[in-house]
């Protein structure tokens, strides 16, 4: 025989072989247990078939519980445990066009007479309907066990023993809690940015020397910050001002919040202590509007525990906060990515350049050294025309236009709110007049600080920020570059006293020898 002949005949031998295999496994595969063994179609098997219009009520029970939803009026439905203000009418909706509409992708057995291997002994939920006007029988639906080759569950009615497939996004609204009901998403209303405007953020919390409170600036004053993120003040903090853009979630975050899940409508005092709402660690409070206030109290951790597949150990992780809305008597669990009112401070809310009027905005800036004496420059015209003046001498504009930008420079690194003491000496000042009539002055004074290499910074007569000493130490050597020969070497001691440089000063030491004595 030939070499090609026997390849091909080898070949044929192989493939009846395989076939002959794979006959075998089909008719020795079990019929009775698994879904393939009743009529398949590809088009689906109706269980039940009823409009939404026809169902007076629809009791759902699985491990949850038991519950009712009951018909209120044309397409209105619900459930006498949940205020109608705190519902989720699309819930309803769905719950009711679901189970008038189960839909089984096949049937599995008709007659069946072992029920209790499709779970229908122990159902895992049943969903009871009855008619309006005796439209139509009652009926009762039980699910049983759920077949995991396909995602599907097994589905029967009391009207027969014929046990269909039904797909899992058929009958999942039979496994909901009652309180999947309570609606969740935007619980306040959405932010609107032509109409909404936020007054004032009180946050309180255990962790927190005092309470922080964020007001909205004066119109007036808000304009000077025009061109920055510059919008509200801490008035608990000095006024310190904050940055809009690293606050904005505190500010404007209760609008349109939402859940991920609720713990307890109409709750009582025992399900708030439950959820540590009875001694709540953080309540935020906001004011917008015409003096709309909504309050949010927090209370307990929510923990998911997981164990650690090495050490056995368990794990826990935050995964939400209990918490109540003011207007909503319910306990609702909220991300802990909705919730910045829980890390929030001070410093990382703060504002860091603290002051900077427009440089054509003032009729002149003072400087005071040490020994506070004031460094008078006169500033006039605007940005077309400008000139700056010192004692009477006209100073380089391009060299004034850089000190003042440093002067602006003052970088607030951290909140400094103690008072003042007589170790904290002097270091430098700066007097900010301003030109608009009736604005009083801007005084910024800068202290140094007993524990460390660093400044502590007054605003008119508020002390507030702390910065690094080395500001103050280059604003005297800006300074000290503007000024004539005398003023320059007078500044320069000044600096030298400020610091405490290791610098012995004579003044004429050897006035008393003469050259005999020598």
Same mark, same amino acid.
């Given at each position: 025989?030939?070499? $090609?002949?026997?390849?091909?005949?080898? !070949?044929?031998?192989?493939?009846?072989?395989?076939?002959?295999?794979?006959?075998?496994?089909?008719?020795?595969?079990?019929?009775?247990?698994?879904?393939?063994?009743?009529?398949?179609?590809?088009?689906?098997?109706?269980?039940?078939?009823?409009? @939404?219009?026809?169902?007076? @009520?629809?009791?759902?029970?699985?491990?949850?519980?038991?519950?009712?939803?009951?018909?209120?009026?044309?397409?209105?439905?619900?459930?006498?445990?949940?205020?109608?203000?705190?519902?989720?009418? /699309?819930?309803?909706?769905?719950?009711?066009?679901?189970?008038?509409?189960?839909?089984?992708?096949?049937?599995?057995?008709?007659?069946?007479?072992?029920?209790?291997?499709?779970?229908?002994?122990?159902?895992?939920?049943?969903?009871?309907?009855?008619?309006?006007?005796?439209?139509?029988?009652?009926?009762?639906?039980?699910?049983?066990?759920?077949?995991?080759?396909?995602?599907?569950?097994?589905?029967?009615?009391?009207?027969?023993?014929?046990?269909?497939?039904?797909?899992?996004?058929?009958? /999942?609204?039979?496994?909901?809690?009652?309180?999947?009901?309570?609606?969740? /998403?935007?619980?306040?209303?959405?932010?609107?940015?032509? $109409?909404?405007?936020?007054?004032?953020?009180?946050?309180?919390?255990?962790?927190?020397?005092?309470?922080?409170?964020?007001?909205?600036?004066?119109?007036?004053?808000?304009?000077?910050?025009? /061109?920055?993120?510059?919008?509200?003040?801490?008035?608990?903090?000095? $006024?310190?001002?904050?940055?809009?853009?690293?606050?904005?979630?505190?500010?404007?975050?209760?609008?349109?919040?939402?859940?991920?899940?609720?713990?307890?409508?109409?709750?009582?005092?025992?399900?708030?202590?439950?959820?540590?709402?009875?001694?709540?660690?953080?309540?935020?409070?906001?004011?917008?509007?015409?003096?709309?206030?909504?309050?949010?109290?927090?209370?307990?951790?929510?923990?998911?525990?997981? #164990?650690?597949?090495?050490?056995?150990?368990?794990?826990?992780?935050?995964?939400?906060?209990?918490?109540?809305?003011?207007?909503?008597?319910?306990?609702?669990?909220? !991300?802990?990515?909705?919730?910045?009112?829980?890390?929030?401070?001070?410093?990382?809310?703060?504002? #860091?350049?603290?002051?900077?009027?427009?440089?054509?905005?003032?009729?002149?800036?003072?400087?005071?050294?040490?020994?506070?004496?004031?460094?008078?420059?006169?500033?006039?015209?605007?940005?077309?025309?400008?000139?700056?003046?010192?004692?009477?001498?006209?100073?380089?504009?391009? #060299?004034?236009?850089?000190?003042?930008?440093?002067?602006?420079?003052?970088?607030?690194?951290?909140?400094? &709110?103690?008072?003042?003491?007589?170790? $904290?000496?002097?270091?430098?000042?700066?007097?900010?007049?301003?030109?608009?009539?009736?604005?009083?002055?801007?005084?910024?004074?800068?202290?140094? !600080?007993?524990?460390?290499?660093?400044?502590?910074?007054?605003?008119?007569?508020?002390?507030?920020?702390?910065?690094?000493?080395?500001?103050?130490?280059?604003?005297?050597?800006?300074?000290?570059?503007?000024?004539?020969?005398?003023?320059?070497?007078?500044?320069? &001691?000044?600096?030298?006293?400020?610091?405490?440089?290791?610098? &012995?000063?004579?003044?004429?030491?050897?006035?008393?020898?003469?050259?005999? !004595?020598?």
């Amino acid at each position: 025989m030939k070499k $090609n002949t026997k390849i091909i005949l080898g !070949s044929v031998i192989g493939i009846a072989v395989l076939g002959a295999a794979t006959l075998a496994l089909v008719l020795t595969q079990p019929k009775s247990d698994n879904a393939d063994s009743g009529t398949s179609s590809s088009e689906t098997v109706s269980v039940t078939d009823y409009t @939404t219009d026809d169902i007076s @009520t629809l009791t759902i029970s699985n491990e949850s519980g038991e519950y009712t939803i009951n018909r209120l009026g044309k397409e209105k439905w619900g459930i006498d445990s949940i205020p109608e203000a705190l519902a989720n009418s /699309s819930a309803y909706s769905t719950a009711m066009s679901s189970a008038g509409g189960i839909g089984a992708k096949q049937i599995v057995e008709e007659n069946a007479t072992d029920l209790a291997k499709y779970g229908f002994d122990k159902p895992t939920a049943t969903v009871k309907m009855t008619f309006k006007d005796n439209k139509a029988e009652d009926i009762t639906c039980l699910i049983g066990i759920k077949y995991e080759g396909e995602n599907s569950w097994y589905v029967k009615t009391d009207k027969s023993d014929t046990v269909y497939l039904v797909a899992n996004a058929g009958v /999942s609204f039979a496994m909901n809690s009652e309180l999947s009901y309570v609606n969740k /998403s935007t619980l306040t209303a959405a932010y609107d940015s032509e $109409n909404d405007k936020v007054n004032r953020v009180r946050i309180e919390r255990k962790d927190l020397d005092k309470d922080i409170v964020l007001d909205k600036l004066p119109e007036e004053t808000e304009k000077e910050f025009s /061109s920055t993120y510059v919008a509200y003040e801490m008035s608990s903090h000095n $006024n310190i001002l904050a940055d809009d853009e690293l606050d904005k979630k505190v500010i404007y975050g209760l609008f349109g919040i939402s859940a991920s899940d609720v713990f307890a409508v109409s709750p009582t005092d025992e399900q708030k202590k439950q959820a540590g709402l009875d001694d709540p660690n953080c309540t935020v409070t906001m004011v917008s509007n015409k003096e709309t206030v909504t309050k949010l109290t927090l209370g307990s951790a929510v923990y998911t525990v997981t #164990k650690n597949d090495e050490t056995g150990e368990e794990i826990k992780t935050i995964t939400g906060y209990y918490g109540m809305l003011s207007g909503k008597d319910a306990i609702y669990v909220f !991300s802990p990515d909705s919730l910045p009112w829980l890390t929030a401070t001070p410093e990382n809310m703060l504002y #860091k350049l603290f002051l900077t009027p427009y440089i054509y905005y003032l009729d002149g800036v003072t400087i005071y050294d040490s020994d506070r004496k004031a460094y008078d420059f006169t500033i006039t015209g605007d940005a077309d025309k400008s000139s700056f003046t010192y004692e009477g001498k006209k100073v380089d504009s391009a #060299k004034f236009k850089a000190f003042y930008q440093y002067l602006l420079s003052a970088y607030a690194e951290q909140i400094y &709110l103690d008072d003042l003491t007589g170790d $904290n000496k002097f270091i430098a000042g700066v007097t900010y007049d301003h030109r608009e009539e009736g604005k009083e002055n801007d005084v910024v004074e800068f202290y140094a !600080s007993e524990s460390d290499r660093t400044c502590i910074i007054v605003v008119n007569g508020d002390v507030r920020y702390k910065v690094r000493q080395i500001y103050a130490t280059r604003l005297l050597e800006n300074l000290n570059a503007l000024l004539s020969g005398g003023e320059k070497v007078r500044c320069m &001691l000044s600096r030298m006293m400020m610091f405490g440089s290791n610098v &012995l000063l004579l003044d004429q030491p050897t006035n008393h020898l003469d050259l005999e !004595s020598i």
